[in-house]
């Protein structure tokens, strides 16, 4: 199945297991802990310890309690990424399992943060740009065709003033990187606009 707050592909595998360690919280600590990580992701002041006790109350061991705060993380910063309403999340994360009633709480979390988040993360976003087009060199690439798979390949290299990076990508592969420049290309076109 897709899901629009991962970008219309599945989640990563490890996020289905994390799904579980959500199921058992109550809604009410999982109302209280994705404020927590909401905090964090807008750059406020965030109490990882008042997290990990919430989280530790309800019987989890350390590891789960780790894979609850990175699950609720991985949903908040994925959503925004994609621009998800907080309906839309609610009605997909219920889909994956979590429990209405934990869905409801963490939507209306996200929702009520969404501005603040979304704000924060482009703000971080423009800044990793701009230092990778300083520090941006050099792009050498070239097409070959593999006879053993059958398959086109384009080669890059993206030299950098502190270090070289080889990529070597399938033609689905570049596709997908065609689209996903795309859509940063309408984000960062926006983000323009409104300053």
């Given at each position: 199945?897709?899901?629009?707050?991962?970008?219309?592909i599945?989640?990563?595998?490890?996020?289905?297991?994390?799904?579980?360690q959500?199921?058992?919280?109550?809604?009410?600590?999982i109302?209280?802990?994705?404020?927590?990580?909401a905090?964090?992701?807008?750059?406020?002041?965030?109490d990882l310890?008042?997290?990990?006790?919430?989280?530790?109350?309800s019987?989890?061991?350390?590891?789960?309690?780790?894979s609850?705060?990175?699950?609720?993380?991985?949903?908040?910063?994925?959503?925004?990424?994609?621009?998800?309403?907080?309906?839309?999340?609610?009605?997909?994360?219920?889909?994956?399992?979590?429990?209405?009633?934990?869905?409801?709480?963490?939507?209306?979390?996200?929702?009520?943060?969404?501005?603040?988040?979304?704000?924060?993360?482009?703000?971080s976003?423009?800044?990793?740009?701009f230092?990778?087009?300083?520090?941006?060199?050099?792009?050498?690439?070239?097409?070959?065709?593999?006879?053993?798979?059958?398959?086109?390949i384009?080669s890059?290299?993206?030299?950098t003033?502190k270090?070289?990076?080889?990529?070597?990508?399938?033609?689905?592969?570049?596709?997908?990187?065609?689209q996903?420049?795309?859509?940063?290309?309408?984000?960062?076109?926006?983000?323009?606009?409104?300053?």
């Amino acid at each position: 199945m897709r899901f629009k707050f991962c970008g219309d592909i599945e989640p990563p595998e490890w996020f289905f297991s994390e799904v579980n360690q959500l199921s058992r919280l109550n809604s009410v600590r999982i109302k209280l802990i994705s404020l927590q990580i909401a905090k964090k992701i807008s750059n406020q002041e965030f109490d990882l310890q008042k997290a990990w006790k919430m989280c530790g109350d309800s019987g989890l061991s350390k590891e789960e309690v780790q894979s609850a705060l990175a699950a609720i993380h991985f949903i908040f910063t994925s959503a925004c990424k994609f621009d998800v309403s907080a309906e839309m999340l609610s009605v997909e994360i219920a889909q994956l399992g979590l429990p209405q009633e934990n869905a409801v709480s963490l939507s209306k979390v996200y929702g009520e943060n969404l501005a603040a988040m979304s704000a924060y993360l482009n703000h971080s976003f423009l800044r990793s740009i701009f230092y990778i087009v300083n520090e941006f060199e050099n792009l050498a690439w070239k097409v070959d065709y593999d006879l053993v798979t059958q398959n086109t390949i384009a080669s890059l290299k993206i030299k950098t003033n502190k270090f070289e990076v080889p990529v070597v990508a399938s033609l689905s592969q570049i596709t997908l990187l065609s689209q996903e420049l795309i859509r940063a290309k309408t984000v960062m076109e926006k983000l323009l606009v409104r300053e």
